[in-house]
Nanobody
């Protein structure tokens, strides 16, 4: 079974940057498509970005285009979410999830989820 662990969250001022990591154990991430999601208490889960097993990337939300970048380092078995020009509305718990089919599709099936890392954007 694959286990995913997110890290890198914290408190940052508006306009600042953070780099989140999604590290895997029990399997190799190069076989999976990895997506980042975020969730605010009382609201539904929102897709952020996805990267396929081949390295193709798609943004799920217009609000993060041009500000967030997803990448993967297969040698470290880790996927990253680089966030810049952060805004208060980016405040959420950020999760990563793995899809074993490895492709980006309109409806994906995620086999594994991390526990999440809190990102708070506030002055």
């Amino acid at each position: 079974q694959v286990q995913l662990v997110e890290s890198g969250g914290g408190l940052v001022q508006p306009g600042g940057s953070l780099r989140l990591s999604c590290a895997a154990s029990g399997g190799f991430l190069h076989n999976y498509a990895i997506s980042w999601f975020r969730q605010v208490p009382g609201k539904g889960r929102e897709g952020v970005l996805c990267i396929s097993k081949h390295g193709d990337a798609t943004a799920f939300s217009d609000s993060v285009k041009g500000r967030f970048t997803i990448s993967r380092d297969n040698s470290k078995n880790t996927v990253y979410l680089q966030m810049s020009n952060l805004k208060p509305e980016d405040t959420a718990v950020y999760y990563c999830a793995a899809d074993s089919l490895g492709t980006i599709r309109p409806r994906m099936n995620y086999d594994y989820w991390g526990q999440g890392t809190q990102v708070t954007v506030s002055s």
